[in-house]
């Protein structure tokens, strides 16, 4: 890493993975972890990753202190669930909000940061949200992604039965949607939440409604409907890479 002599510092993130890889995913794909590098990494960075549904968190202020940010994942897990790799995981996400560390959270990841830090989570009242879904910024969301050049009209893909009910104290919803009421959440300058997926495309979409079909988690005329939409919008996976990189890199949050 760069050290002294007005060298400048590595930046180092970690990815903590609370999902399986599935076979598809780590033929086509390398995996989830490379899926988030490849939204968010630049040359010269260096990321980890954590395999946090099962057990694998960074553990000690040393190793924490170590990182400039943290992205935590989707998961076929509730986060609103007890498992025990949950509730470190909770308790890893406080500690990491009292260090100020830059925390992004995507679906899951988005929902276990609102419980972590005192929001309300459970089952969607509308649903399955599956496909291309576009979001609705407030005003103050309006003027910072002006600031970073991004367009308002900001579809992602989404794939989730459970949303945030209800957001931290001191928290701000940043972003809505016809089915979801919290679509992004920010606190303070430092943790960010994202129900949607900006690191998905289709192919990873499809993939997983087979997935959600083949476990009996979705119905056929779900399936077969959410795939019927899917080439009437396309996601802005550029402008998403946009905001996510500007939110956990620094500027124009902070």
């Known amino acids: 890493m760069g050290g002294e002599g007005g060298m400048e510092m590595r930046r180092k993130y970690a990815v903590l993975l609370c999902a399986d890889d599935s076979e598809y995913i780590k033929k086509v794909y390398g995996g989830y972890f490379k899926v988030f590098v490849a939204l968010l990494g630049e040359e010269g960075e260096t990321w980890d990753v954590f395999h946090a549904a099962k057990g ?17 994942t989707g998961s076929c897990s509730d986060a609103h669930g007890d498992d025990q790799w949950i509730r470190e995981l909770v308790l890893l996400l406080k500690k990491l909000d009292a260090k100020r560390k830059k925390v992004l959270g995507i679906c899951f990841g988005h929902q276990i940061l609102s419980r972590a830090l005192g929001g309300k989570t459970g089952r969607a009242t509308k649903g399955w949200d599956i496909g291309v879904t576009c979001i609705h910024p407030s005003h103050s969301t309006s003027r910072l992604l002006a600031a970073l050049r991004i367009p308002s009209h900001l579809p992602v893909i989404e794939c989730h039965q459970d949303e945030v009910w209800e957001v931290p104290p001191l928290a701000e919803v ?3 949607s016809e089915k979801t009421g919290v679509e992004m959440f920010r606190y303070g300058d430092h943790i960010m939440g994202i129900q949607g997926h900006p690191e998905y495309n289709k192919d990873i979409l499809l993939h997983l ?27 802005d996976r550029e402008a998403w890479k946009r905001l996510c ?7 124009p949050f902070s």
């Open 56 to 72: 694998e968190l960074p553990r000690g202020d040393d190793v924490i202190d170590g990182y400039d940010g943290f992205v935590i």
């Open 209 to 235: 409604i087979d997935r959600l079909l083949q476990r009996n988690l979705i119905q056929n005329c779900h399936a077969e409907a959410a795939k019927a939409k899917l080439d009437a919008r396309e996601p």
């Open 245 to 251: 990189k500007g939110f956990l890199k620094g500027d």
């Open 174 to 176: 940043m972003a809505w």
